[in-house]
């Protein structure tokens, strides 16, 4: 779950789960749903800004973050970097500002202030892992969630890697 659609680290997050390829998520039998809590209209540029092609869907009304307790504002203690926000936060903040002043209708595209997460649902109604977002940096690793939901794990680097025989 997206903290917003216009967030930098959101987008970087973004960018990377688009790597996640279909096939794997077939082998396992897994969908791979963001949900983003602004206006549906959001949903098709953000895709095409992120390249994501997996499901998307909205809330928002901020119904599902409450539900799962994800909380809203910063944590002030809490010193985490997630390795998929490449942008220092300088950078990434005059980037989102930027999209939001140049969007079709000045907007942040979700409240700011709200923190995501991340979770593994069903079959059925059952969680099976729940993170939520301390604040914008604390993103669980892609790769950690795919484990944990029986996906094969993708590389997120553009360095090569080397496989022992």
Not at 16 to 35: S, Y
Not at 37 to 44: A, R
Not at 101 to 130: C, K
Request: aromatic share 8%; net charge positive; glycine share 8%.
């Amino acid at each position: 779950m997206l903290q917003n659609f216009l967030c930098y680290t959101c987008k970087e997050y973004v960018e990377d789960l688009a790597k996640v390829p279909k096939a794997f998520l077939q082998e396992a039998n897994v969908r791979l749903i963001v949900i983003g809590q602004s206006s549906y209209h959001h949903i098709k540029p953000f895709c095409s800004l992120t390249g994501y092609a997996h499901e998307m869907y909205v809330d928002p009304q901020r119904e599902i973050y409450k539900t799962l307790g994800m909380k809203r504002g910063e944590g002030n203690n809490v010193s985490v970097q997630s390795p998929h926000v490449k942008s220092n936060t300088l950078l990434g903040s005059i980037r989102s500002m930027w999209r939001a002043m140049t969007g079709p209708a000045f907007d942040f595209q979700g409240d700011p202030a709200q923190q995501g997460g991340a979770l593994i649902l069903g079959p059925g109604n059952e969680v099976h892992f729940l993170h939520l977002d301390k604040n914008r940096l604390d993103h669980v690793p892609i790769n950690t969630v795919l484990q944990l939901a029986g996906v094969k794990t993708v590389n997120f680097t553009n360095k090569p890697q080397i496989i022992d025989i």
